[in-house]
Nanobody, 126 residues
Framework: QVPLVESGGGLVQAGGSLRLSCVGS????????IGWFRQAPGKEREFVAG????????NYADSVKGRFTISVDNAKNMMYLQMNSLKPEDTAVYYC???????????????????WGQGTQVTVAS
C-alpha cells in the first residue's frame, strides 16, 4: 500500500485551470493503477480519471474528457490531474487512490481501490 497525499486544490473562476498533485510517499506507484475520484456535497463519490503506473493506459469520465488530463511521473512518485475549462459542477473534494493492476475498465470502480488520500477541495465559482 502507498500512502497518498493530494495537493493543488483551491478556488478558481469558471473557465480557469488547476493542477492537482498526488504524491506516493515511501513507495513508488510501480505495479498499481492510480485514480482520481471526487465527491460533491450530498453526492456519491464518482470516478474522474485513472492511469496505469506505466502511463500506458488512461481512462476518463465522460464529464471531464477533453478538459482533464491525468499523468504520472514515477521518478518523482507523483501523479497529476491537469484540469482546464473548469465548470461550477466540477466543485468537489478530489481524492487520489491506488489499486492493483487489472482490466482498464476497473479503474472506474471505487470499490477496487484499497488506499485513499485525504482529499483536496476544488471550488469553481460561476
Amino acid at each position: 500500500q502507498v500512502p497518498l497525499v493530494e495537493s493543488g486544490g483551491g478556488l478558481v473562476q469558471a473557465g480557469g485551470s488547476l493542477r492537482l498533485s498526488c504524491v506516493g510517499s515511501g513507495r513508488t506507484f510501480s505495479g498499481y493503477d492510480i485514480g482520481w475520484f471526487r465527491q460533491a456535497p450530498g453526492k456519491e463519490r464518482e470516478f474522474v480519471a485513472g492511469i496505469r503506473w506505466s502511463g500506458e493506459y488512461t481512462n476518463y469520465a465522460d464529464s471531464v474528457k477533453g478538459r482533464f488530463t491525468i499523468s504520472v511521473d514515477n521518478a518523482k512518485n507523483m501523479m497529476y490531474l491537469q484540469m482546464n475549462s473548469l465548470k461550477p459542477e466540477d466543485t468537489a473534494v478530489y481524492y487520489c487512490a491506488t489499486k492493483s493492476v487489472m482490466n482498464v475498465r476497473t479503474m472506474r470502480d471505487a470499490n477496487r481501490y484499497f488506499y485513499w488520500g485525504q482529499g483536496t477541495q476544488v471550488t469553481v465559482a460561476s
